[in-house]
């Protein structure tokens, strides 16, 4: 069964940080474009970042240039969303999925993670 399992997610201070692991099963991920979206409390779910097959990335939200960063190790099947400096705005659900291209539309993702929490407060 092909399915993406994120992890890391968690409690943290602001100024704090997280690195969020996506870890695909049943399929090989490393042919697809693997993004990241987050949807924060009463709010529409949106891209954050997104790495394609080539290791090219895109960028999405203008508030968390230069505090996060996404990679991939297409040894462990899997794609990272490092996340420093955190502030309370960055409390959301945070959600991975795959694409042949990475796009800000979600329609073009087929495969999608759970989700993981991540929380900033004192």
């Known amino acids: 069964q092909e399915q993406l399992v994120e992890s890391g997610g968690g409690l943290v201070p602001p100024g704090g940080s997280l690195r969020l692991s996506c870890t695909a099963s049943?399929?090989?991920?490393?042919?697809?474009?693997v993004g990241w979206f987050r949807q924060a409390p009463g709010k529409e779910r949106e891209a954050v970042l997104c790495?394609?097959?080539?290791?090219?990335?895109?960028d999405y939200i203008d508030s968390v240039k230069g505090r996060f960063t996404i990679s991939r190790d297409n040894a462990k099947n899997t794609v990272y969303l490092q996340m420093n400096n955190l502030t309370p705005e960055d409390t959301a659900v945070y959600y991975c999925?795959?694409?042949?291209?990475?796009?800000?539309?979600?329609?073009?993702?087929?495969?999608w993670g759970q989700g993981t929490q991540v929380t900033v407060s004192s």
């Open positions: 999925a795959s694409a042949a291209a990475c796009s800000w539309r979600e329609v073009w993702f087929d495969y």
């Open positions: 049943g399929f090989n991920l490393e042919p697809h474009a």
């Open positions: 790495i394609s097959d080539g290791y090219y990335i895109s």
